[in-house]
């Protein structure tokens, strides 16, 4: 119990590191994509639930292939973003 505890406190001082200038295990910049990735899911899946008995089958699909365009998207981003990292001194 005691270890799990251990690590649950590294990593959430090292999401706190992300927020500072200090080096961090975690990447910034994949933390704010991922809460831009997982609020934009959100919004869009909020407006389906409301509006869904209004919608068409077409528009249900274009809802889900732009979230898997975006997802895609997202993907190739952090895909750039590791082959750009330099690696870290240990």
């Given amino acids: 119990m005691k270890k799990a505890y251990n690590r649950l406190l590294w990593h959430l001082k090292e999401l706190n590191k992300t927020l500072s200038n200090e080096p961090s295990h975690y990447s910034s910049k994949r933390l704010e ?32 292939t732009a ?16 082959k750009n990292e330099e690696p870290k001194p240990e």
């Fill in 67 to 82: 979230k898997m365009v975006y997802a895609g998207f997202q993907v190739k981003q952090i895909q750039k973003d590791i």
């Fill in 33 to 64: 994509r991922l809460f831009l990735f997982l609020s934009a899911n959100l919004v869009v899946d909020y407006y389906v639930w409301e509006h869904h008995h209004e919608m068409t089958t077409t528009d249900i699909l274009l809802v889900f």
